[in-house]
């Protein structure tokens, strides 16, 4: 079954569908090109609310990461991207940060928002 799903920029415009196995291109590296092409980036599952609370959480410090709904088959290719990490998953400015834990504990430290200013996923 293909991959995918939705990848919503934290907008709710309209929702432009990926196939993570689109054309000749492989799972693991459509994964790593919208890793690299997107400042922030969460990876989950189709309706998971940990990945909607991260969402909000960036919402309100003015990041809107992409976000990828990922089918069963091509929770793998995430995974494996994140270093083994479960989904959901956050990106950003290319790095692993891990799951909602570690998004609150980076905003708690006060590094969450220097880290997006840097990765160009928020403008002052």
């Known amino acids: ?3 995918v799903a939705a990848m919503t920029g ?9 196939s993570i196995d689109a054309g000749e291109e492989a799972a693991e590296e459509r994964v790593g090109r919208l890793i690299r092409e997107n400042p922030a980036v969460i990876f989950s599952r189709r309706g ?15 990041a809107h990461p992409a976000a990828i709904e990922l089918e069963e088959a091509d929770e793998e290719a995430a995974a494996a991207a994140a270093g ?4 959901p998953t ?5 790095a692993a940060l ?3 834990e570690g998004l609150m504990s980076l905003h708690l430290r006060g590094c969450l928002v220097p880290m997006l200013l840097e990765a160009g996923a928020v403008r002052c």
């Open 1 to 3: 079954m293909a991959a």
């Open 10 to 18: 934290g907008k709710r415009r309209g929702v432009a569908g990926l």
């Open 48 to 62: 998971c609310c940990m990945s909607h609370v991260m969402k909000r959480l960036l919402a309100a410090v003015g």
């Open 84 to 87: 083994g990490a479960g989904l």
């Open 90 to 94: 956050l990106f950003i400015g290319g």
């Open 98 to 100: 891990g799951g909602l």
